[in-house]
């Protein structure tokens, strides 16, 4: 059983897949050449599903950081005899600097050992498990490194350390002296290409070096947000630019798949894919901390991905590959056991399939928020977009999921209804520039009459707060998107009074919301929603509430672990991370949430 504390996990990233290494050294979840690709290592989610270490091979007190602004791990480790500090980076392309980071990333795996100071012994354990964990590779050790054959991959571990080979493991040990190094480097090709090149400890502190000046390239270039928590939004904003996929644009909602949103439960997803339904949230921190080609990037990925025949009644999907794939099937892996045993682990994830009436409004909010920084749309955009109006002008009525995703029968939720009066809202604004402005009558009418509906059908007077679904009794964090969006004023009764019900009934005690409290067609019960925290505090700083905004910020921003990642949700009886990791949408939200504290002081 994979055990270890999801924060205990620090993330490396070329802008096109992604690793997680352990405070102690230990590469447990490595996908390759795509974040969605399958995993080399994974013991993330089972004990024998592979993993790369390099440690002291004594006791030693561990400490790490990123380098400074960037996305390279420095990991320290003193021990009685010396200092080792280990630098893990993947690797960009060979130049790649600013908005080319990732354009030609190599899939290269970087680790570089240098004593310090004093004599540190060392080990070296190397067990790949290519397609999460199914291949025993072959090993052959070959001059400056090892060669590992099976299946459709192989393996080259570039080292200059000689490895012994036990079946499908490896392992070496070496001691190193103060001012000596040792570079390592892995890098996966095809089983029916020649084998991947081997490198030279030269070699690999090169492509580091390289790797952290992209990095700061990048890094240096997008940090004109200017207020409270500046280090945390520019980190954030760096942590939504590594989960870019840069082909295409496409942003993952996580590195992962299958941790858990309750321990020893079955709510465990793959979101390792694009979700429609977080656009214009994204947009929104890209807009903060990030630039405009960043936000060009993402929405032109969205419009392409969701581009369908007008005559076809574009029905948007709520997620897509990141290359744009529809089909994303899921299925189990019963081979291995879960993190923590929380089965089953899943690749794919069939909630594509799901109606959620959101979608709309999201696609509309974000060319609304883009088209003044990416131009005229293109014919097929327009064409696009107005379809997608009509349909949520027809739709808006219909039961659905939800942005949840919830697995039960579907029902009228009050943010379904709301988020397609926005994106009505935003048709009307955008009519001009889509050549639709014949059609502003019927979008004013319709989109009126939802505004209605919400007022009549999702309030609740009894419950003082506008509700999950019509008619409905039940609180739902999605409700704190009401004044975000705004659909009524922030010093509306109804809103102040919403956001009070939110903060007193969803909350635990240590100040993180739920995201709702009802059942949802699931077993068992999930932790906080960090996202949700951030909507909080969001809210009450639109509301007014300046000290009870910057409070809720803290509480939800305390949760990121020793390098700055925050998890998807928080356990309520332990405190630990949670769910898929790192989580985008939980830095989406502390970035919105800090911008919004300070142009509220303003």
């Not at 991947?196 to 492509?207: D, G, I, K, M």
């Not at 879960?338 to 409004?361: E, F, H, I, K, M």
């Not at 993180?512 to 996202?531: C, I, M, N």
Request: glycine letters at 8%; proline letters at 5%; aromatic letters at 8%.
């Amino acid at each position: 059983m994979s055990a270890r504390p999801i924060g205990d996990y620090a993330m490396l990233a070329d802008c096109r897949s992604a690793a997680l290494v352990t405070s102690d050294g230990s590469v447990d979840w490595l996908c390759l050449p795509r974040f969605d690709s399958p995993a080399l290592f994974a013991r993330l989610l089972d004990e024998e599903a592979g993993y790369w270490a390099i440690r002291p091979s004594c006791p030693a007190e561990v400490t790490r950081r990123y380098v400074e602004d960037t996305l390279v791990l420095e990991t320290t480790f003193r021990t009685r005899g010396g200092t080792l500090v280990l630098r893990d980076a993947l690797a960009l392309g060979r130049g790649e600097r600013g908005h080319a980071l990732g354009t030609s990333s190599p899939g290269l795996l970087l680790r570089r050992l240098a004593c310090t100071e004093g004599r540190v012994p060392v080990e070296i354990v190397y067990v790949p498990r290519p397609e999460f964990g199914l291949v025993r590779p072959l090993m052959q050790p070959v001059r400056g490194g090892l060669i590992a054959r099976g299946g459709a991959d192989v393996l080259t571990l570039s080292s200059p350390v000689e490895f012994r080979t036990s079946g499908s493991v490896a392992d070496a040990a070496l001691t190193l002296r103060a001012g000596q190094n040792v570079g390592l480097a892995l890098q996966v090709g095809r089983a029916w290409a020649p084998d991947p090149p081997r490198r030279t400890s030269w070699a690999v502190a090169r492509r580091i070096r390289d790797t952290i000046a992209g990095w700061r390239s990048w890094s240096h270039g997008h940090a004109d947000y200017e207020g409270p928590w500046r280090r945390r939004v520019n980190h954030s904003g760096r942590v939504l630019r590594a989960l870019t996929y840069t082909p295409t644009g496409a942003i993952v909602a996580a590195a992962t798949t299958s941790l858990p949103e309750s321990i020893g439960g079955e709510r465990n997803w793959d979101y390792r894919y694009t979700w429609v339904r977080d656009a214009s949230f994204t947009l929104q921190a890209l807009n903060t901390a990030t630039c405009e080609e960043e936000e060009t990037a993402y929405f032109t990925f969205l419009s392409r991905a969701c581009a369908t025949q007008g005559d076809a009644d574009p029905d948007l999907q709520i997620m897509y590959g990141i290359g744009g794939e529809r089909d994303l099937s899921e299925r189990r892996l019963p081979h291995l056991r879960g993190w923590r045993d929380s089965a089953p682990v899943r690749v794919g994830n069939d909630a594509w399939r799901q109606d959620q009436l959101d979608v709309y409004g999201e696609l509309l909010d974000a060319a609304h928020q883009t088209y003044r920084d990416i131009g005229p749309f293109d014919p097929l955009t327009r064409s696009l977009l107005i379809g997608v109006a009509e349909t949520a002008a027809r739709r808006w009525q219909e039961p659905d999921q939800s942005l949840w995703e919830v697995r039960g029968p579907s029902r009228q939720f009050t943010h379904s209804k709301l988020m397609c009066w926005v994106g009505l809202d935003r048709a009307i604004t955008l009519a001009p520039v889509l050549g639709a402005t014949s059609r502003v009558a019927d979008w004013t009418r319709v989109r009126d009459e939802i505004h209605a509906a919400i007022l009549t059908h999702g309030w609740n007077e009894q419950a003082g707060a506008f509700t999950q679904t019509f008619g409905g009794t039940h609180i739902d964090a999605a409700t704190l998107m009401m004044p975000l969006v705004g659909f009524l004023p922030p010093d509306d009764p109804r809103i102040r009074s919403t956001v009070q019900v939110v903060a007193t009934q969803l909350t635990d005690a240590s100040g993180l919301v739920h995201r709702y409290r009802s059942a949802d067609g699931l077993p068992g019960q999930e932790g906080t929603f960090l996202l949700c925290t951030f909507w909080l505090a969001h809210a009450l700083a639109l509301t007014g509430q300046d000290a009870e905004a910057k409070r809720a910020f803290e509480t939800a921003a305390s949760c990121a672990n020793d390098v700055g990642l925050l998890s998807e949700e928080v356990d309520t009886g332990t405190g630990e991370a949670i769910g898929n990791f790192p989580q985008a949408l939980s830095h989406i939200g502390l970035i919105n949430a800090a911008r919004a504290i300070r142009d509220a002081r303003r």
